[in-house]
């Protein structure tokens, strides 16, 4: 596996495997690797013939800098999980080779998928879906993957990666991949390293709440506000969460629905004290 810290070695790392005759596979992630990622990682080994994973913790799509400095970066566990899964290639820049001028007085091109990149996450983080758009669009003119792999946990960010691909033409097939799970149902994400020990205990409620509003949605339910009742009152029972959004919404444009037909995605974020935590669950209408 090569550590690669340059754009310019990555292209000629991605063309040498194209000469090959080898497909390439793009797996974006920020660091701090764990089963989630590793899902991402085993697909796109399975799919493609040279794998590249990029860990770079972008700071323009932290709207807090606490958040920003608070994430975890282990370069070196993280190499050694990639090195584990046989991966061919990491490219880990630095904030200067991918952000080279002063973007605090030169602002950077924006790349703004809009509607879908305002609701929910984009209006409880204002700026974030811009910041994550300009770094995957640039990611993708870097690696000039076949495939590029997200995980479905963070829907919204998929649905706005899927749109902004699609409008600007990007000749790349994204694939969404599962969220994976703890054995309690905790979706897995970097942000779990920072809950106390009763957060953590208490936290698989989050995907307990979704699940009954899938299985009320399963049994017939229509009405969003029916079923967000039933399912914020699940999580309330624990004083220590703090809902910030839970909502019915069409799985494409994040529009909430107020009354449900065919598939549906419910989406949801909650405080658990400093950290903040998102899931969601597809309910497929079928
Ligand atoms: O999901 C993430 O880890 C990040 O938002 C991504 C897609 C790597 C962009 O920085």
Redesign the pocket.
């Known amino acids: 596996m090569t550590l690669l810290r340059t754009i310019a070695e990555v292209r000629d790392h991605v063309k040498s495997a194209r000469d090959r005759g080898l497909t390439v596979g793009l797996v ?3 660091g701090a690797l764990h089963e989630g990622h590793g899902a991402l990682m085993r697909r796109a080994r399975e799919e493609t013939g040279y794998v590249v994973v990029t860990i ?1 913790v ?1 700071p323009t ?1 932290f709207d807090r800098t606490d958040d920003f400095q608070k994430y975890p970066r282990e370069l070196d566990t993280d190499l050694a999980f990639c090195e584990r899964l046989g991966l061919d290639a990491v490219f880990a820049p630095d904030a200067r080779e991918m952000y080279p001028g002063d973007y605090q007085k030169m602002p950077l091109t924006s790349v703004d998928v809009a509607g879908l990149a305002s609701r929910f996450e984009g209006e409880f983080r204002p700026g974030h879906f811009r910041g ?1 758009a300009m ?2 669009a640039k990611l993708f003119n870097i690696v000039a993957a076949n495939r590029a792999y ?1 995980g479905e946990k ?1 829907a919204q ?1 998929l649905a706005v990666i899927q749109k902004m691909t699609a409008d600007l033409n990007f000749p790349i097939t994204i694939v969404p991949v599962p969220t994976v799970r703890e054995p309690d149902g905790l979706a897995m994400s970097s942000r779990n390293q920072r809950l106390t020990p009763d957060q953590r205990r208490v936290a698989p409620l989050l995907y307990q709440a979704l699940r009954e509003a899938e299985r009320l949605i399963r049994n017939g339910a229509s009405s969003t506000a029916e079923i967000k009742r039933a399912a914020s009152a699940l999580m309330s029972r624990n004083p220590v969460f703090r809902i910030q959004y839970l909502d019915a919404v069409d799985p494409a444009t994040f529009e909430p629905l107020v009354q449900i037909m065919g598939a549906v995605r419910v989406v949801a974020a909650v405080w658990l004290g400093e950290v903040r935590l998102i899931d969601n669950v597809l309910v497929d209408g079928a």
Do not use: E, I, Y
């Open positions: 974006p992630t920020m770079f972008n799509q994550v770094v995957v997200f963070d960010q």
